[in-house]
């Protein structure tokens, strides 16, 4: 039983870790740019130099 304890401790502990490191993203402003990713694939890619000759 005491095991379970542990185990929630360490689960609340880990759950604090990536709330804190979530909100260290949005304030360093990691999601700012919400366009760039919906069109990037409509973007060609470099012609390979084989195609060029």
Same mark, same amino acid.
């Given at each position: 039983?005491?095991?379970?304890? &542990?185990?929630? *401790?360490?689960?609340? &502990?880990?759950?604090?870790?990536?709330?804190?490191? &979530? &909100?260290?993203?949005?304030?360093? *402003?990691?999601?700012?740019?919400?366009?760039?990713?919906?069109?990037?694939?409509?973007?060609?890619?470099?012609?390979?130099?084989?195609?060029?000759?």
């Amino acid at each position: 039983m005491n095991i379970l304890y &542990f185990l929630i *401790g360490c689960s609340v &502990f880990l759950a604090l870790i990536f709330l804190f490191a &979530f &909100f260290w993203a949005m304030k360093n *402003g990691q999601n700012d740019d919400t366009y760039t990713p919906g069109v990037r694939i409509l973007f060609d890619d470099d012609i390979p130099k084989e195609a060029e000759k």
